[in-house]
């Protein structure tokens, strides 16, 4: 194993926008009644102002705070891997890189775009932020964000996710988190979902639809938002930025680069520093490979067009791929893939054909986690290892093709708060799920009707 490591003057002093290097303008974000263009205004209520001039904004590049940087600094730089162990594994004339975030305090990528909303938040002076949460590495991130800027968090933790993972709840409420069990009682979305199912696993939707709830419900809290939005985006573009400055080092640059999505903040800020690159002509055979779930599979089979992001409505509509605000994905382990849509700005490059997309069974990518575990000794979360699949499939791809290939991939945090998942794989009792079409449909039927 090779690791390439940036000192502290390569901690990057800026995110990396790309809303104005998109071929194509993102469709305006529409309000949830009117669906006429959403205002600035209309997020108020919602968000920091920062955070909402970070969400509008066209320029290309945005400072980064330097109490955000001295704080970044406590983990980032993080470094880049060569996994020739893996390569050799797979007997593959291809170079396997992968940008580990685990290394964070919160254990993966999310403290990324924690501290800056947090920070803007209490400089704004609000005193409380809520929140959902997946597998609980959004939730344990702004947990750890509140503590250092003595803000309160609450956390709605999709339910099915709550009881998989009690340490992850244990990690946030040992930073001071308050976290629920969602869909609870304590909001009317909740209310509304254990009325007509009182057994509902949860999803993330629902979870969102909650923290909005009770953020609109009190003038001294805001929500913020784990994934998808342009911010949420922005923010996570050090981690690509650091990477090119790393494949440097190696003098290498990558021809695939593959992600796990379920929001997309993740793949995106991995991607979207060399995407810059593909648009403007230097790098265009660069490929972008997304890699999801099949139970929630959006890209794969969803449908592109306006949707909440929460169960209740609450939110603005966005355009992107989606399987329906109303789907509930199947209790897989990868708790952070179970979002029913995707990232705009992700969505207009997919859309447009500068993204692929791929799905992927649970126990496949149990597979890949194992076997990368035992070559390169890192034991990886579930939503990280449907990006491993994904730079497999590519590295065995070369070595039919009998062609060398670079590719990197995101490693976005670690596993150790899923063992029992790793328990049931090894006990061969994991199960795969396949989400029926005419679910699928159901869901998707009942999108908003957008006259644009």
Not at 48 to 62: K, L, M, N
Not at 100 to 122: C, D, I, L, M, R
Not at 314 to 336: D, K, N, Y
Request: aromatic share 10%; hydrophobic share 40%; glycine share 8%.
């Amino acid at each position: 194993m090779k690791k390439f490591v940036l000192t502290e003057d390569g901690l990057p002093d800026r995110w990396y926008n790309i809303l104005p290097d998109l071929p194509v303008p993102l469709k305006p974000y529409l309000h949830p009644v009117t669906h006429e263009p959403l205002a600035r205004e209309d997020l108020t209520s919602l968000l920091p102002d920062a955070v909402i001039d970070q969400e509008f904004t066209q320029e290309r590049w945005v400072d980064i705070p330097d109490e955000v940087r001295d704080i970044y600094r406590m983990w980032r730089p993080t470094p880049l891997y060569r996994a020739d162990r893996l390569e050799r594994a797979l007997d593959t004339p291809a170079k396997i890189y992968f940008k580990y975030e685990g290394v964070s305090p919160a254990g993966s990528h999310k403290p990324n775009t924690a501290v800056p909303q947090v920070y803007y938040n209490a400089r704004q002076g609000v005193r409380r932020v809520t929140t959902e949460t997946g597998a609980g590495q959004w939730g344990s991130a702004l947990s750890f964000a509140g503590a250092l800027f003595g803000v309160e968090v609450a956390v709605y933790m999709v339910k099915s996710s709550y009881h998989q993972k009690p340490y992850r709840r244990s990690l946030m409420e040992t930073w001071g988190g308050q976290v629920f069990a969602s869909p609870t009682d304590l909001t009317q979305a909740g209310r509304d979902v254990l009325a007509k199912d009182p057994d509902s696993p949860g999803s993330l939707g629902m979870a969102i639809a909650e923290a909005v709830e009770d953020a609109l419900s009190r003038d001294d809290t805001r929500f913020a938002l784990g994934s998808a939005m342009n911010h949420v985006v922005l923010h996570q573009t050090v981690i690509g930025i650091e990477a090119k400055r790393q494949l440097e080092m190696a003098g290498d640059y990558p021809d695939v680069v593959v992600g796990c999505v379920g929001g997309g903040s993740n793949f995106s800020g991995l991607a979207f520093p060399f995407m810059a690159d593909r648009l403007s002509g230097d790098r265009p055979q660069t490929r972008f490979v997304a890699a999801e779930p099949t139970a929630c599979p959006t890209l794969t089979q969803g449908r592109y067009a306006y949707d909440h992001p929460d169960t209740a409505g609450l939110g603005p509509l966005l355009p992107m791929h989606t399987v329906g605000r109303g789907f509930i994905p199947p209790p897989i382990h990868a708790g952070g893939l179970r979002f029913h849509g995707d990232a705009p700005t992700l969505c207009a490059l997919y859309d447009q054909g500068h993204v692929e997309a791929r799905a992927y069974d649970q126990t496949a990518v149990f597979t890949e986690a194992v076997r990368f575990a035992r070559s390169e000794g890192f034991l990886m979360a579930p939503e990280s290892s449907h990006a491993l699949r994904g730079a497999v499939e590519e590295a065995v791809a070369a070595r039919e093709a009998g062609e060398a290939r670079t590719i990197l991939f995101g490693f976005s945090g670690h596993g150790h708060f899923d063992l029992a998942a790793f328990d049931a794989f090894l006990a061969g009792r994991l199960e795969d799920y396949e989400t029926p079409r005419h679910e699928l449909e159901a869901a998707l039927n009942e999108l908003p009707q957008v006259a644009r």
